[in-house]
């Protein structure tokens, strides 16, 4: 295997949270007199990010972007429990069976780390950073130069899995690989040389690198 040391992103990679996240920004835009805005309208925005799916239908009711983001917020922070995608431990743990250390990036506070703990996943990580450490927003690439310094990391045994364009750029920031998780097919960004559906793809794929 090429790539050793693997960085997945929590919301949307490890966790599927898009239907909690499209839920809270619908109830948002109905709160704004949008109310009749389809899921595939929505969803590509929220895969820019949810600000930007902010700055986008506030243009059309002509408010404050930040007034839709903090309603978004307060809608999505009653959500607090995600399901994992279909086979990820299975994918993890054949990874980390297979040699690869497993590093959590997010921009969530510590309770991702509390559910993957609860999910009997945090068994395979070697560490990771969350919100809480204070590093830039992706894609600014500091929070993983942090992880490539304290683990002593070569990045070119390294890749970012997550399913966003920021997540790839945040990995090309700090000198390595991205890599695409994106069941649904919203991606856009970066062109990667890995990019699956599922979870069983995404191991077989890993697994084959050379």
């Known amino acids: 295997m090429k790539y050793k040391h693997l960085f997945w992103d929590f919301d949307g990679t490890l966790y599927d949270t898009y ?42 009711v002509g408010c404050d972007p930040k007034a839709i983001y903090n309603r978004h917020h307060q809608y999505h922070k009653q959500e607090d429990r995600f399901p994992p995608y279909a086979g990820l431990a299975k ?40 919100s809480e450490d204070g590093f830039p927003s992706k894609p600014a690439p500091n929070a993983l130069q942090h992880l490539l310094q304290k683990h002593q990391l070569e990045p070119a045994s390294c890749l970012m899995i997550g399913d966003r364009g920021i997540d790839v750029k945040s990995a090309l920031n700090a000198g390595f690989a991205g890599a695409v998780f994106d069941p649904d097919g919203y991606y856009f960004g970066p062109q990667v040389s890995i990019i699956a559906r599922s979870m069983a793809e995404l191991e077989n794929l890993l697994l084959k690198t050379e």
């Open 19 to 60: 239907p909690q996240i499209l839920n809270a920004m619908q109830q948002a835009l109905r709160d704004f007199g949008l109310t009749d805005v389809q899921p595939e309208q929505v969803m590509p925005w929220l895969k820019h990010s949810v600000y930007d799916a902010a700055c986008h239908f506030a243009k059309l």
């Open 91 to 130: 994918c993890m743990k054949t990874l980390k069976d297979a040699g690869c250390c497993h590093y959590l990036y997010t921009h969530r506070d510590h309770l991702s780390v509390t559910q993957l703990e609860s999910d009997g996943l945090w068994q395979y990580f070697s560490g990771g950073v969350t």
